[in-house]
């Protein structure tokens, strides 16, 4: 009688197919971890974006005010402040503003204060080279601030001072 000759089995098993698996998955998590610094330098860039906004939106404000003689009024004593609406603890309010700076204010994400830091008929600093005897100084620290937190945009806090002669009569 004749043999029947069964066929042999394979001996690899899936062995190949383990391997692809194991690419596939590292593939997977080299994909995934390019997805999530790619997603960072995004982040990263909107936070540095919206800091440099608020940075030149604090600027605008301050200038403006130093830009604005009304702003620095030669009055009251050292600590004597004038402020945008909505600032807390000042003497007087209505700092005179242009248009594009007064839109921000009124919205309520920027906000400035001006606060006398001299007394009256303090003379002025040397290096000015004005005659002592017939003007004082007034200085003056303007701080502007731009506040967008509640909207992920942040915060910042911009503060210059000023110096103003004033006639002695």
């Given at each position: 009688?004749?043999?029947?000759?069964?066929?042999?089995?394979?001996?690899?098993?899936?062995?190949?197919?383990?391997?692809?698996?194991?690419?596939?998955?590292?593939?997977?998590?080299?994909?995934?971890?390019?997805?999530?610094?790619?997603?960072?330098?995004?982040?990263?860039?909107?936070?540095?974006?919206?800091?440099?906004?608020?940075?030149?939106?604090?600027?605008?404000?301050?200038?403006?005010?130093?830009?604005?003689?009304?702003?620095?009024?030669?009055?009251?004593?050292?600590?004597?402040?004038?402020?945008?609406?909505?600032?807390?603890?000042?003497?007087?309010?209505?700092?005179p503003l242009p248009a594009q700076v007064a839109n921000e204010v009124a919205m309520g994400h920027l906000s400035a204060r001006v606060q006398r830091m001299t007394p009256p008929e303090k003379p002025p600093p040397r290096v000015l080279e004005s005659s002592i005897d017939k003007f004082s100084a007034a200085s003056f620290q303007v701080a502007a601030t731009f506040d967008r937190t509640n909207e992920g945009l942040g915060s910042v806090q911009l503060v210059e001072g000023m110096i103003v002669l004033v006639p002695n009569f």
């Amino acid at each position: 009688m004749g043999q029947i000759h069964l066929p042999k089995r394979n001996s690899q098993r899936g062995a190949a197919l383990i391997t692809a698996l194991v690419f596939l998955g590292v593939i997977t998590l080299l994909s995934v971890t390019s997805m999530r610094e790619s997603t960072i330098g995004v982040r990263m860039a909107q936070n540095e974006e919206a800091r440099l906004s608020g940075i030149q939106a604090a600027q605008a404000l301050t200038e403006a005010v130093v830009a604005t003689p009304a702003a620095t009024p030669v009055i009251g004593g050292a600590g004597f402040s004038i402020c945008t609406p909505g600032e807390p603890g000042c003497n007087a309010y209505g700092i005179p503003l242009p248009a594009q700076v007064a839109n921000e204010v009124a919205m309520g994400h920027l906000s400035a204060r001006v606060q006398r830091m001299t007394p009256p008929e303090k003379p002025p600093p040397r290096v000015l080279e004005s005659s002592i005897d017939k003007f004082s100084a007034a200085s003056f620290q303007v701080a502007a601030t731009f506040d967008r937190t509640n909207e992920g945009l942040g915060s910042v806090q911009l503060v210059e001072g000023m110096i103003v002669l004033v006639p002695n009569f």
